[in-house]
């Protein structure tokens, strides 16, 4: 269980969570990707939640350093999961707070996600 974050072509940044999402490796996978990145860099993100579990009791969610310094370099982020996560997800996300756009799919829609994303 955990997470993974994976650099793709085109700037196509993939994040897989299984499971129980655990602070500590999430800003650990996000920031061995984003060290890569450079100023310019301009990157769309991939989430495909599985067997999701929720999120990690009594960590220090409310740490948006990452956001700070990344989101302006993120312009699409599309998550797909099952349908009962979504609210939750969306809110995680930051969706209506982020520069970029946010959108969630169904699970079985993972084809339209990597099309919206382009």
Not at 38 to 65: C, Q
Not at 98 to 117: M, S, V
């Amino acid at each position: 269980m955990g997470i993974t974050v994976q650099q793709e072509k085109g700037g196509l940044v993939v994040v897989r969570i299984t499971g129980l999402l655990k602070k500590s490796e999430m800003d650990s996978a996000f920031k061995s990707v984003a060290r890569k990145w450079g100023p310019s860099t301009r990157v769309k993100t991939l989430v495909v939640v599985e067997d999701f579990e929720g999120f990690e009791r009594g960590a220090n969610w409310g740490d948006i350093s990452f956001l700070v310094q990344y989101d302006p370099q993120i312009d699409r982020i599309a998550i797909v999961g099952d349908p009962n996560w979504e609210g939750d997800l969306l809110t995680f996300a930051g969706a209506g707070f982020r520069q970029g756009q946010i959108r969630y799919f169904p699970t079985a829609q993972i084809a339209q996600a990597r099309a919206w994303l382009g």
